[in-house]
């Protein structure tokens, strides 16, 4: 992610604003000023857009809203009145931009263009979905259309409509009746000032029932821009804290790639082949990743954070490599007629599978065909880089959360569509398939889905499993059996070696972050590195 | 790993003299080497990655083979109790990568021979695993 960020925009904005403020209203151009001040509006109303209720008769009435809610539609109502207020013989929002000596109109023109810059950059973390609906385009995007985010960015717009609302009514006060000013232009600018110190009042009552916290506040100023980090594919010259580096980019590449996997929808080619190779760079990755950790855990005195801190993670780290080489296991069994890596996921986890076992065993050329004859190396030299190196640690860590809840839906939905395989040979017996592979019986697709489920995210109560026709080709007609125990066993699934929530990318990334925003699945808020 | 096995399919492998046997031998030694593989990921934390990924391109070899136009319409080996105890992980990995370099001529011998576009894909794809196996299972990946 680059280094901009939301809150410089909205500096920017409350700096141009008080300029305005502090400006002679008598030297300026009041058809200027007003024609400014509709540009401002519709900014502001703009970003109410964004977050208003997708109904068209929300303004019938907006008692039953959750109170954030109805603040955004009634702070919306109130700057279109305000925009209605000002007389049309001001010209359009798309007039010319003020000539140089207007001061006044110039800091209105300079607090839209940082508006509108922090608009784009709130949506270069959203896109078009082919469905139409908005999609996700990065990590970020849930915690864009999050209630804190919404509360927060209501609350900034309501406060720059009180700003505005005081040029306004000073511009009003200021204006000379007479050519070539248009007729009702002051009374226009005093409406115009009332309205927006209404859309500033009607965030009062969702304050009260909600109020926006600091957190909320730095949340929305952290957000980045989203633009893709370019990738910086590993070479043998590298060292700790370039590798460091190349972890994090590789996992914030993972995650877009993720999400761009994800958003083809579940008709989306991709193989089994694919998804064994992920899950099996996930386990390797995994494991090097809790080695790293535990060596760290040895060194309590450089050590960012405690080191029992850095034990559990690399405890649940350990959870995770078994549970994503199960997950390769049950691979091992399955089979879709897309074959090969053609998925942008794979580029990104090779990148930190390299990476992560270069840093791992300390070997700059390491690759999984290397063999050490020797024991596991000792860390004491990362230990001069133990802050960068938990920080790589929880981006890795989350990434591969990302990865293995994506793959899990994505399982789930090539599995109900039929589209998985299995050897006949392990078959049960009745099954007269006179292939190598017939289309899988179910549950035994979703043991691979169902473990990179429990791995992403905390376990839930079963579900019931509907029955399905039997299979293509030569086979009983009766169905193969609704729940387990009544048709050939699955692959043996694992049981968690304790009763540890194995929520263990998150738990892993929790548990070595010092100091960072707190990630959870409630705000979606993603991983950010320690301070 | 038991030497029967492997000296079995390595015969297989010289007598098969066709496209579809050549498939059907290669799907038997990539499952086999699958399940080889798999079991002895958890013997050496420094063989872990190799073994692994090991696994995982016989699964993708066997596979390409096992799609394949081609190959006869029979189950394919059985690999429940391979003999392979008494070996160590070292033993087992020189084994499979001499036998991935001899399934990996042939394969490619057929790609050159095959006819049908489906089944030259299909042993190209899975000669590329066998060179892949054997690239992770020689020291130094050499």
Sequence with gaps: MTGVTFGEFTRQVDQRLAAARACDTGQADPVAVARELRRVIGRMTRYLDDRAPGYAIESLSTVDMP???????????????????????????????????????????????????????????????????????????????????????????????????????????????????PAGLADGLQGVAQWLWLAQAAVRPAQAAEPVTPGDQRLLAAIPAARGQRRVPPHGEEQAEALCAGITISAERLRTAVLITAQRGRWAPVSADTWRWSATAAAVTGQAAGHLLRSLASQPDTLPVPPAQLQQAADALHQATLAWRQAAAQW????????????????????????????????????????????????????PGARQITAAMHQAADALAHLAAADATAITA?????????????????????????????????????????????????????????????????????????????????????????RTGRVGSRAIRSGSHPRTSRTGHPATPPR | MDTEDLDALRARLDTAGTVADALAVAWDIFELVQVVANR???????????????????????????????????????????????????????????????????????????????????????????????????????
């Design chain 1, 67 to 181: 109170p954030w809610q109805r603040a955004v539609v009634d702070a919306r109502t109130a700057l279109r009145w305000a925009a209605s207020c000002l007389p049309g013989g001001i010209g359009t929002v798309d007039g010319p931009e003020p000539v140089p000596g207007e001061v006044l109109a110039g800091c209105l023109a300079k607090a839209v263009a940082s508006m509108m810059a922090g608009r784009d950059l709130l949506h270069t973390h959203l896109a078009a979905a082919p469905d139409g609906w908005e999609g996700e385009r990065s990590a970020w995007a849930p915690a864009v259309t999050s209630p804190p985010v919404t509360r927060a960015l209501t609350s900034q717009v309501t406060h720059w409509s009180g700003q505005v609302a005081l040029v306004a009514a000073r511009q009003a006060a200021a204006n000379a009746p007479g050519p070539p000013t």
């Design chain 1, 332 to 383: 091992a069994g399955l089979a879709t007629q897309t074959r090969g890596l053609a998925s942008p996921v794979v580029t990104e986890i090779g990148d930190l599978l390299l990476r992560m076992g270069r840093l791992a065993w300390q070997d700059p050329h390491w690759t999984p065909a290397q063999h050490p004859a020797a024991a596991m190396p000792a860390t004491a030299a990362l230990a």
């Design chain 1, 414 to 502: 090539t599995g109900r569509a039929g589209r998985l395989y299995v050897r006949t040979r392990t078959l049960p017996e009745g099954y007269d398939v006179p292939r190598r592979y017939a289309t899988r019986p179910r549950p035994a697709h979703l043991a691979p889905a169902r473990l990179l489920h429990h791995h992403s995210t905390r376990q839930r109560p079963g579900r019931g499993q509907a029955s399905r026709p039997g299979h293509r080709g030569r086979c009983p007609q009766q169905p193969p059996g609704a729940g387990p125990g009544r048709q050939r066993s699955p692959p043996t699934e694992p049981q968690p070696a304790s009763s540890v929530r194995v």
């Design chain 2, 40 to 142: 002895c990921a958890g013997r050496e934390p420094g063989l872990f990655a190799a073994f692994l990924f090991t696994a995982a391109a016989a699964a993708e070899g066997r596979d390409a083979a096992g799609f394949a136009p081609s190959i006869p319409d029979i189950p394919g080996i059985s690999v429940d109790q391979p003999g392979w105890e008494g070996a160590t992980t070292a033993e087992i990995a020189d084994q499979v990568a001499g036998l991935m370099t001899v399934l990996g001529r042939r394969l490619e011998l057929a790609a050159g021979d095959a006819a049908v576009p489906g089944d030259r894909r299909a042993c190209a794809h899975a000669a590329r695993q066998a060179s892949q196996i054997h690239h992770l299972l020689t020291p130094g990946g050499r």
